[in-house]
């Protein structure tokens, strides 16, 4: 029977894949799951980090530069995000037909969102490899 976790906004996801494996405790593993025909990656975290994405999603509500979780819950510490399946180091890689203009313009809204989070006074200090980019 698949697992399912129900975020505060009431929609149900059905865990399937795991993403990311955590080998110190399978409950911090990052898993897939979906819902209403989208997929989602399902991430259970530390009480103070869960709090500090509610604070940064609260604070930022709105951006259309910086990615937030979609749905969480609260109980449970876990925080859901849309489902990517490339990130964009690799985008930029793989596709070297990307014309320089589009190529600067990806940089751009990238050092955009970190200025974002500056202007507030967070940091950033995640990896760009892990910037994951929309399944279209």
Same mark, same amino acid.
């Given at each position: 029977?698949? *697992?399912?976790?129900?975020?505060?906004? =009431?929609?149900?996801?059905?865990?399937?894949?795991?993403? &990311?494996?955590?080998?110190?405790?399978?409950?911090?593993?990052? %898993?897939?799951?979906?819902?209403?025909? &989208?997929? %989602?990656?399902?991430? +259970?975290?530390?009480?103070? %980090?869960?709090?500090? *994405?509610? +604070?940064?999603?609260?604070?930022?509500? =709105?951006?259309? +530069? /910086?990615?937030?979780?979609?749905?969480?819950?609260?109980?449970?510490?876990?925080?859901?995000?849309?489902?990517?399946?490339?990130? /964009?180091?690799?985008? /930029?890689?793989?596709?070297?037909?990307?014309?320089?203009? &589009?190529?600067?313009?990806?940089? +751009?809204?990238?050092?955009?969102?970190?200025?974002?989070?500056?202007?507030?006074?967070?940091?950033?200090? =995640?990896?760009?490899?892990?910037?994951?980019?929309?399944?279209?």
């Amino acid at each position: 029977m698949a *697992s399912t976790i129900v975020g505060d906004s =009431g929609r149900v996801y059905v865990k399937s894949d795991v993403l &990311q494996r955590n080998r110190e405790d399978d409950n911090l593993s990052i %898993f897939k799951a979906e819902s209403g025909g &989208q997929s %989602f990656a399902v991430k +259970r975290v530390s009480r103070p %980090f869960y709090n500090m *994405s509610v +604070r940064l999603a609260t604070e930022f509500a =709105g951006s259309r +530069r /910086l990615r937030m979780h979609a749905d969480c819950n609260q109980k449970e510490g876990v925080l859901i995000y849309p489902y990517y399946t490339t990130t /964009l180091l690799s985008l /930029l890689r793989d596709k070297p037909d990307f014309s320089p203009t &589009q190529r600067y313009k990806i940089l +751009r809204y990238t050092a955009e969102a970190i200025a974002e989070l500056h202007n507030k006074n967070w940091i950033h200090i =995640g990896k760009f490899s892990k910037i994951y980019m929309p399944n279209d």
